[in-house]
């Protein structure tokens, strides 16, 4: 599968110098991945909204903003002034998300909806239509670093032929634990977009990492 897109995830960055970190990835990646954490619906703090709109002005990345939050519809307004392009919301926060997700398209954002890895893709499928992109966690929400959980892959082979069969353009999206081993089979079970953190902010030459991992997917 041709044209995945890699989207590095800022939490694993340089919080000291966000700018530059950011520019070391600027012409290598497609989007940049934002994870909004409350502290509650999942066990760990990131950063908010200042934080979001201090890095825009230093970016033209598309903003893939993942909310894990108790709440994740809350801020809505405020994350679209921010800069964000897409926001992705937790079907285990929001069982019934058709009301989040038009209210997410009227202010003219994309939607998708996010699968912790022990929630069966059966709980978002009656609602997958609604969503620009589904993502599959393949790590425990709330940390950076972990390892790669390799009973995804049938979850993101499911979503992919769900999507296929009814026509759909749906991106499918796997989150965590991305790496040059994981990321061949991640894209072969299905996977358009990957988000990958420690494996390219955690190298000395991030934008070479995002290479390396393009051409890991190339040669499989």
Request: charged share 25%.
């Amino acid at each position: 599968m041709s044209g995945v897109k890699i989207a590095p995830s800022l939490l694993a960055a340089d919080f000291s110098r966000l700018a530059d970190d950011i520019a070391r990835i600027e012409e290598a990646a497609d989007w940049l991945h934002l994870d909004v954490m409350d502290g509650h619906f999942v066990p760990n703090l990131s950063f908010g909204i200042p934080v979001i709109e201090s890095i825009r002005e230093h970016t033209r990345l598309f903003f893939d903003c993942h909310v894990m939050t108790t709440n994740p519809d809350y801020f809505l307004d405020e994350l679209s002034g921010a800069g964000i392009d897409l926001i992705t919301m937790h079907i285990e926060a929001i069982p019934d998300p058709e009301g989040p997700a038009k209210r997410t398209r009227d202010i003219g954002l994309g939607f998708g909806l996010v699968l912790n890895p022990s929630t069966p893709f059966a709980g978002v499928a009656p609602f997958a239509e609604l969503c620009d992109v589904v993502v599959l966690m393949s790590v425990e929400p709330g940390h950076g670093g972990q390892e790669f959980i390799e009973t995804v892959l049938p979850k993101v082979e499911e979503a992919r032929e769900w999507v296929e069969n009814r026509g759909l353009a749906t991106d499918i999206q796997v989150d965590g634990g991305i790496t040059p081993e994981t990321a061949p089979r991640a894209v072969d079970a299905g996977a358009t977009v990957l988000v990958a953190g420690t494996s390219v902010f955690g190298a000395d030459d991030p934008a070479d990492s995002i290479a390396e991992l393009r051409r890991a997917i190339e040669s499989r």
